[in-house]
């Protein structure tokens, strides 16, 4: 408004006594603020000769401004403190400087806390140059109220100008407290002068109702005159905020009919009716319910020793909201010469000073190289800039130091376990306390009707032969390579025949008893299937296990060793590469290979028949063992009977409805649980062709699996969830190129996901999605889930088309959404999608034949109701009978494979999975008009983290921060003596390492409640993952303690 600046300039003439054809000095910006409105407003309103000088001139000679007042003997300057401090730094060369012409020094910015010291000193210097002290005019400006308040020059014989020590305790909690100056804690003010004439001050309550403040409080300075500004242009309800403002008093009442300018300073009123300014509203930080002042901060900041190690003007103070409070975050630029030694003292420096002289704790402090914080177009940092860069994590920082342990004090209390209530707690048939019990089952075995011939055979070796009379060219195994191409296959009669001759050479040349035991090193393929029946027929128990890797034998021929060793084999069968490995210079560095048992290679076999197959007489001896190492590194081997193996079998069959003209493609490792059985044993039971996809030809050739499914037509393929991460990595971008091949799986009905593990809802959607164009059904992809006592307690085959209509169809797989944070306290509560900690949870597939599930406690061993989370155990013919370890312990044994109720079905045994999950009856109904019963693996027990008293699943956490960042490929958690330590993988440059600490340090507390003591940062592919791609966090956790991961960056959160 032209009214209002000429208001405004006709107050500046009047508060400075300017006159015509007086000299000024300017070095501000003339184009806005106090430059523009004294240098070039108000001295052409009264003609007076103004000298300007750029900041570009003031960069090369920081002494022009005092020589040009000395030349032109100026009567009036306009600086900040700023050119103060830098006349002061380069005076000293100068002679004749003689300042006795100023009248008046305004300080732009003199109601910054800061401008004191440069005032103070200024004086000090230049005094016996002829400044004379009541000269120095403070000023305090913002852009909605212009002049808020100027020192006027005075007469030598008038009062000195004002002073304020005031106590930082008093001021962050809004009250005005006088201290003494000797205190580090204090915050000392000079004052502004007063108010403008023809302006009206009044000091309202920073927040909230504009209410006018008592005396003793510091609020925000809001002025009622002509000569302000009147509006925001373009935003009507910020300028109704800003520029519309009637303050009230105590009782409710308006104090002036006239509307009031905030002008977004903190301050107070003196007695005098001198303002004072403590600070800018924009830099109002309230931490804990007290408030900070972003500027007061860095001056604490600054005044650390060694001054020398940032740059003065480069430091940024921000909050950032974090877990329901703000917190503080201070950026400074470093100077290039430092060493990390100096950083690191003077940040923890920096911390005790903050915490010492404002009771604050410092959320972050970051260190960036010089020059790199963005700037303002006049040279100072650009703060909101800087805060998203911090929060996008793009800073950049080359040194963080995090303290969330010190400053975050308002996590949710821990959590303390109530006694459990025992069996008194009202059991009423298959009511536990008012819910339905948790349990479910499978179809019948025994009341299914099917004209399955292997029936009557007790035993897979029976099966075989039976198979190699009635259909002797029948195939049942074809083996693909990497280029797709058929490497090898096996008839009914050749595995037959194979198989005897293996027989015969243990018979001869290993001269082995029957039960002894035989482990298999055979790559994934067609002779580690004729190996396992060769030990059938001549009465061993085979153990099939994974071969070393030739590039890697040093960690991976050990494994070999120990399952040799752990399962007592007598003997070793394996091809004639392996066996040159075995035997190579690195095997020997890798283990002593004198400890060997005989090794047998089967790739030339004797030519005669055996004398006789043995036949087992008693179906409850050992089939075979099968040992897997778990995710937590656990060796485990359990006993696999040859009535449990058919048993699974024949429950494989019937869920998957597996006969003699069905073709399975497999793309699974043949070493353990549902892999090995679905590659070695159904077909001969079942009699379907395996079309055999090793998954290690998958990296040569991603597209191998898919192409294969399409190409020979299948409808029911197996795979693991490594699998389908190379598809989706490898081919997300290929689909186009695969559908002009002709790729098409719309024949797929099932695809089955085999896992130890909660469905990996995220891959398996995102699978579906990227490969519908191909004619993928979205109901085709789902999953299974098998443990140790169990290898196989779940599978969903779904049933798609026209066969769904037949009854043989299982339900669609249901998707649940629990609340997380009942999850960690042992609880399922059930809420809608999208809403706050909601965690999306997969059916982990449907109930095998012949299978029984309960929900229980694990602790009292009591059932649990339904949907109550607890421990799976399962009941079922094919559950292993029992670990097999050197050193027998029947305690953890009895425990996990013969458990019974504490209460209400006690007879039963059960084989305890060690998993979490629940149970929860769905609308849909079974085949047989049942409702259907949908089971929902949470997690291992044995992984799950004791956290603050309550339960918390790695992957949750992991979910969490591999969102945090673009970079972040891969993520890993575990606990280090109470610690959280996060192991993240970086795609990307280094310098974007420290980055990712307070991003993960952020999104851990708000998700989780959970304080993150160590950041790893680490290159792609260091976390270690087994063949079913379930990470291995206790052999990662290892590593990390003997110092083996050599990281990018370790962060230790204070």
């Known amino acids: 408004m032209r009214v209002a600046m000429l208001t405004h300039c006709q107050a500046i003439t009047q508060s400075c006594s300017y006159t015509e054809a007086e000299t000024i000095v300017n070095v501000l910006d003339f184009k806005k603020d106090v430059g523009l409105w004294h240098a070039v407003l108000t001295s052409v309103m009264n003609m007076m000769h103004v000298i300007s000088i750029p900041y570009a001139l003031m960069k090369v000679n920081p002494l022009s401004w005092i020589q040009k007042v000395c030349q032109y003997k100026a009567k009036v300057a306009c600086v900040k403190s700023r050119d103060m401090h830098w006349a002061l730094v380069a005076h000293r060369d100068q002679r004749d400087i003689n300042l006795s012409s100023l009248r008046m020094l305004v300080v732009a910015d003199g109601s910054n806390p800061w401008s004191i010291s440069s005032c103070d000193a200024f004086l000090n210097v230049f005094q016996t140059k002829g400044l004379k002290p009541e000269v120095i005019c403070p000023c305090a400006s913002s852009p909605e109220a212009l002049t808020v308040a ?50 009206m001050m009044c000091v309202v309550k920073p927040d909230g109702v504009p209410q006018l403040c008592k005396t003793d409080e510091i609020g925000e300075l809001c002025i009622c005159s002509v000569a302000t500004g009147t509006s925001y242009y373009g935003l009507a309800g910020m300028t109704k905020n800003t520029f519309e403002v009637f303050p009230v008093s105590s009782n409710g009442s308006p104090i002036s009919d006239y509307p009031f300018t905030r002008s977004g300073l903190l301050g107070f009123i003196a007695p005098a009716g001198l303002i004072f300014v ?100 006049l040279g100072g940092i650009h703060l909101s800039e800087t805060k998203q860069l911090f929060l996008e994590g793009a800073l950049h920082p080359c040194n963080v130091l995090m303290c969330p342990h010190t400053c975050v004090t308002n996590l949710p209390k821990p959590r303390q376990k109530q006694p459990e209530i025992g069996p008194a707690s009202v059991m009423v048939g298959n009511l536990v306390s008012g819910k339905r019990i948790a349990q479910a089952s499978g179809r019948d075995l025994g009341q299914i009707e099917d004209n399955d011939q292997a029936r009557k055979f007790l035993f897979l070796s029976e099966v075989l032969q039976w198979r190699a009379q009635t259909t002797p060219d029948h195939i049942l195994y074809t083996l693909l390579n990497s280029r797709g191409t058929i490497a090898s296959s096996l008839t009914c009669v050749q595995l037959h025949k194979r198989a005897e001759k293996i027989a015969t050479m243990l018979a001869e040349r290993g001269h082995l008893q029957d039960g002894d035991h035989v482990a298999l090193v055979y790559p994934p393929g067609i002779d580690l299937i004729a190996a396992f029946y060769g030990c059938l027929y001549a009465g061993c128990v085979p153990i099939t296990v994974r071969p070393p890797h030739p590039q890697n034998i040093a960690t991976t021929l050990p494994t070999v060793k120990m399952i040799v060793e752990v399962s007592r084999s007598v003997c070793v069968m394996t091809t004639q590469i392996i066996l040159k490995l075995l035997r190579s210079k690195e095997a020997s560095a890798a283990v002593d290979v004198r400890t060997w048992p005989p090794v047998l290679d089967t790739d030339d076999l004797p030519k005669k028949k055996p004398p006789l197959l043995y036949k087992p007489s008693n179906p409850d001896t050992l089939a075979y063992l099968d040992f897997s190492v778990s995710t937590t590194g656990m060796l485990a081997g359990v006993k696999m009977s040859h ?13 998957c409805e597996l006969y003699p003209s069905r073709e399975v493609a497999i793309c699974l490792d043949p070493y353990c649980g549902l892999g090995f059985v679905l590659w070695c044993l159904c077909s001969v039971y079942s ?26 037509k299948v409808r029911d393929t197996f795979c693991s969830y490594s699998v389908m991460e190379l598809c989706t990595k490898g081919l997300g971008l290929q689909t186009d190129l695969l559908k002009s091949r002709g790729l098409d799986l719309s024949r797929v009905r099932t695809c089955v996901l085999v896992a130890e593990e909660r469905p990996r809802i995220a891959l398996t959607q995102s699978f579906s999605k ?97 949907s109550h989370l607890g421990e799976i155990w399962v009941h079922s013919g094919h559950n292993a009978s029992g670990y097999f370890t050197v050193y027998g312990d029947e305690a953890l044994q009895s425990d996990h494979f013969n458990s019974r109720l504490s209460f209400g079905d006690t007879q039963t045994i059960w084989a305890r999975t060690g998993y979490l999950g629940f149970l929860r009856r769905t609308e849909l109904t079974d085949a047989n008009g049942e409702r259907h019963d949908a089971l929902y693996v949470v997690g291992a027990l044995e992984e799950a983290m004791e956290l603050r008293g309550m339960r918390y699943h790695p992957i949750d956490i992991e979910t969490s921060v591999i969102r945090t960042h673009k970079s972040i490929t891969e993520c890993a958690v575990f606990t280090w003596t109470n610690l959280l330590v996060v192991v993240v993988e970086l795609d990307g440059s280094e310098q974007e390492a420290l980055d990712l600490v307070p991003l993960v340090t952020n999104v851990v507390l708000e998700e989780h409640y959970l304080i993150v003591g160590v950041v790893v940062v680490v290159d792609i592919g260091v976390i270690p993952i ?14 990390f303690l003997a110092d083996q991961l050599d990281p990018i960056y370790v962060a230790y959160n204070m």
């Open 150 to 199: 100027i020192r006027r020059p005075v007469d030598e014989s008038s009062a000195p100008p004002g002073r304020g020590v005031l106590s930082m305790q008093g001021l962050s909690h809004g009250v005005i407290r006088v201290d003494s100056e000797e205190k580090l804690s204090v915050l000392t003010l000079q004052d502004v002068g007063s108010v403008m004439p023809g302006a």
């Open 278 to 377: 403590a600070g800018k509203m924009d830099g109002l930080m309230v931490v804990g319910g007290r408030r900070h002042n972003a500027d007061d901060i860095v001056a604490t900041a600054l005044a650390v020793e060694p001054m020398k190690f940032v740059y003065r003007g480069r430091i940024a103070v921000f909050s950032i909201t974090v877990l329901h409070d703000e917190r503080i975050v201070v950026v400074a630029e470093q100077r290039p010469d430092s060493t990390e030694e100096d950083s690191f003292q003077w940040m923890s420096r920096v911390l005790q000073a903050i915490d010492g002289i404002h009771q604050v704790g410092v959320y972050c402090l970051a260190l960036v190289p010089s020059n790199t914080l963005p700037k303002t177009p």
């Open 643 to 655: 009535t449990a193996t058919s048993a699974f079998c024949r429950s494989i069959k019937l869920q």
């Open 687 to 712: 009699g379907h062709q395996s079309i055999l996809i090793p998954p290690s030809e998958l990296e040569v050739n991603p597209s191998l699996w898919l192409s294969a499914v399409s190409q020979y």
């Open 770 to 866: 990227l490969f519908k164009d191909l004619g993928l059904h979205p109901r085709a992809v789902s999953t299974s889930f098998g443990c140790r006592v169990n290898l196989a307690i779940c599978l969903q085959p779904h049933r798609l088309g026209k066969l769904a209509d037949q009854g043989t169809s299982g339900p669609d797989p249901t998707t649940v959404f629990v609340d997380m944070r009942a999850l960690r306290h042992d609880r399922v509560r059930l809420v809608e999608r999208g809403s706050p900690h909601s965690l999306p949870l997969m059916e982990s597939g449907k109930i095998l034949p012949g299978v029984r599930i309960i929900i229980a406690n694990p602790e009292t061993k009591g059932p649990m109701g339904e």
């Open 1026 to 1039: 087994n063949s079913r791609g379930e990470k291995q966090r206790m052999h990662l956790r290892d590593g």
